[in-house]
C-alpha cells in the first residue's frame, strides 16, 4: 500500500479538480482525451459554480456504456476504462445537495450515476488510476490522501453549505474517517455496499440496514468475474497445450507426426477443455464444493473430471496412447483445476492474506508435486 | 445455499477494548459483519468472517484495531515472492488486474 501511494504522489499531476481545471468545459460530448481518458456523450451539460463550470452527467446509462461495461468485464481496454477525476453533477444541485464519492474506473461511475435519476447531487471522483473502488482502497490509491486533495481541489467548501461526503462503504479500507474530517472539516459517512441501495440509505436518514453493509458473493457476482479470468491467465494453458501437442510425437522409434494429431491433438484439446472447465465451474459451484480452501474445491472437481474421463476413455480404448498415459491424467486434472481454483481467491470478496498464504503453504507443494509425478507418467507413457 | 465461510483461525485482527470509546465506525465499515456492540464497546463477534481488509483499523479513531492488511489473492502472493515484494494488488500500473 505505501508503495502505491508513493507511486501516486510521484506521478498524479499538480491540479486537483480534473474537469474544472484540465478540460475545457466547453467541449461536451467530445469523447476522449488524451490517454482515453475523458468525457463521453454522457456529459449532457454544465452548471456554474463558486468554483467553476462542472459538468452535469446523465443519469441513464446508453448502449454505450453498457457495451464499455461488456468489454471490460472481457478485459478489453479495461485498465483504460476511466472517466477524468474531478467534480460532476447530476440534476441541478444545491449547496445543499449531498456529495457522493467514487472512483474513476468508469463501471464504478456508471454504477453510481446510473443510481442517482431523478435527484440533485455532487460526485467526487477520485483518481484511483482507472481501478474500482474496492481494489483501489486496498492498494491506498483510494485513500485518504487523495480524497483530502479532491476537496480541497475542486474547493467543495464554496460549492455546499454542509460538509458531508458520502463515501461507498467499500472505500473504506483506503480511508481515514476521521483524518479526512481533520485535514478538511468534511465529515465522512459510509453509504451502502452497493449503489442499488443508495436511495433507501438517504430516505433513512443516511442509516444503512445490516444487509446493506454486507458484502455478497452469489451466482451472478461470481460469474461476471469469469470472462476476465479466462482471458487474462490464457497466456498459461496456450503453451502447455502446445507442448502436449508437440512432444506428443516422441516415443518409440522415430518422432511421428501421426502421434501429434492423434494424440497429440486430444492431449492440447484436453488441456484447453480443463482449463475452460477449471475456470467456470468451480466459480460457479463455490459454495457447494467441499472444503473451504479454494485448493480443496478446486482439487475434489478436478478429480470428479478425471473419473468421467476415465469411464469415458474406458469405452474408446486407443484414446490416450496407454494406461500411463491416461493414470497420468488423474494426477495432472486435479492439480491443474486446484491450482486455478486456488487464483480464484483473488476475485472472492471474503478471502484474507493470512488465510490464503495458510492455503498456499499446503496447497502448492502438493498441487507441484502432483503435477511432476503426473508429467512423469505421461512422460514415461511415451517409451512404452 | 451454503453460506462460504474462508479458513477458520488465520486472522490477525486484534481488539483493544479498553482503547474502545464506542463510535461504532468498524460496525460500519466492515463487509462482513465481525463486530457487535456489547455493553457499549465493540466486541469481535466473528474472527474468522474478517477478511483483513484493514477498513476498520484505518477509521479507528482509537487505535483501539490491528490487524495485517492486505489482499487474499494467490495470483498476488505468488507475484510477491517472484518479485521479493509485499503482497499486494498491485500487478503493475500498466498490467491487467483487478
Known amino acids: 500500500m505505501a508503495e502505491g501511494q508513493d507511486k501516486k504522489s510521484a506521478t498524479a499531476p499538480s491540479c486537483c479538480c480534473s474537469p474544472v481545471v484540465e478540460t475545457p468545459v466547453s467541449v461536451p460530448g467530445i469523447g476522449v482525451s488524451s490517454g482515453n481518458i475523458g468525457f463521453g456523450p454522457w456529459v449532457v451539460g454544465h452548471i456554474t459554480t463558486a468554483a467553476g463550470e462542472i459538468p452535469v452527467v446523465s443519469t441513464a446509462l446508453e448502449s454505450a456504456d453498457r457495451r464499455g461495461a461488456y468489454k471490460a468485464r472481457w478485459g478489453i481496454g479495461r485498465m483504460n476504462y476511466r472517466v477524468q477525476p474531478g467534480l460532476y453533477a447530476v440534476g441541478r444541485p444545491t449547496a445543499k445537495s449531498q456529495v457522493f464519492v467514487s472512483a474513476n474506473y468508469k463501471m464504478s461511475f456508471d454504477h453510481l450515476r446510473s443510481r442517482l435519476g431523478g435527484s440533485d447531487a455532487w460526485l467526487l471522483v477520485l483518481d484511483t488510476r482507472g481501478i474500482n473502488v474496492w481494489c483501489a482502497a486496498g492498494k491506498g490509491t483510494f485513500g485518504t490522501d487523495e480524497l483530502v486533495k479532491r476537496v480541497i481541489g475542486c474547493r467543495l467548501n464554496e460549492i455546499v453549505s454542509h460538509r458531508r461526503l458520502i463515501v461507498p462503504q467499500l472505500g473504506a479500507p483506503g480511508i481515514a474517517a476521521h483524518t479526512v474530517k481533520e485535514r478538511t472539516g468534511f465529515r465522512v459517512v459510509y453509504g451502502p455496499v452497493r449503489a442499488a441501495d443508495l436511495a433507501a440509505f438517504l430516505a433513512a436518514g443516511f442509516k444503512a440496514t445490516p444487509e446493506m453493509r454486507r458484502v455478497t458473493f452469489n451466482f451472478f457476482d461470481r460469474i461476471a468475474l469469469v470472462p476476465n479470468e479466462l482471458v487474462h491467465n490464457l497466456k498459461y494453458p496456450l503453451p502447455a497445450a502446445a507442448c502436449f501437442l508437440v512432444f506428443s510425437g516422441f516415443g518409440p522409434g522415430v518422432y511421428a507426426w501421426e502421434r501429434v494429431v492423434s494424440f497429440g491433438l486430444v492431449n492440447a484439446l484436453l488441456v484447453l477443455a480443463v482449463y475452460l472447465a477449471g475456470s467456470i465451474i468451480p466459480a460457479a459451484l463455490l459454495p457447494w464444493l467441499p472444503g473451504r480452501a479454494f485448493a480443496v474445491k478446486g482439487a475434489w472437481f478436478g478429480l470428479v473430471c478425471a473419473l468421467i474421463l476415465g469411464v469415458a476413455a474406458a469405452g474408446e480404448p486407443g484414446v490416450f496412447r496407454n494406461t500411463l498415459a491416461g493414470l497420468s491424467w488423474f494426477l495432472m486434472i486435479p492439480a491443474a483445476t486446484s491450482f486455478i481454483a486456488m487464483n480464484f481467491t483473488g476475485c472472492s470478496t471474503y478471502t484474507s492474506l493470512s488465510g490464503v498464504q495458510r492455503e498456499m503453504r499446503v496447497a502448492v507443494p502438493v498441487q507441484a508435486g502432483v503435477a511432476v509425478a503426473g508429467l512423469g507418467l505421461w512422460t514415461a507413457g511415451l517409451f512404452i | ?98
Do not use: W
Not at chain 2, 463477534?45 to 477498513?55: H, K, L, S, V, W
Not at chain 2, 494467490?74 to 494488488?89: H, K, M, S, V
Not at chain 2, 503493475?92 to 483487478?98: A, E, L, N, V, Y
Open chain 2, 1 to 98: 445455499m451454503p453460506q462460504l465461510k474462508y479458513l477458520p483461525n488465520v486472522s490477525t485482527l486484534q481488539l483493544d477494548r479498553g482503547k474502545c470509546n464506542g463510535c461504532g465506525i468498524c460496525l460500519q465499515v466492515c463487509p462482513h459483519a465481525v463486530f457487535v456492540f456489547e455493553a457499549k464497546k465493540a466486541a469481535i463477534t466473528d474472527r474468522d468472517a474478517c477478511m483483513e481488509c484493514g477498513a476498520c483499523a484505518g477509521n479507528c479513531p482509537q487505535g483501539a484495531l490491528s490487524v495485517r492488511a492486505g489482499v487474499g489473492c494467490a495470483y498476488a502472493i505468488i507475484l510477491a515472492r517472484l518479485r521479493g515484494t509485499e503482497p499486494d494488488c498491485g500487478c503493475g500500473d500498466s498490467q491487467t488486474c483487478c
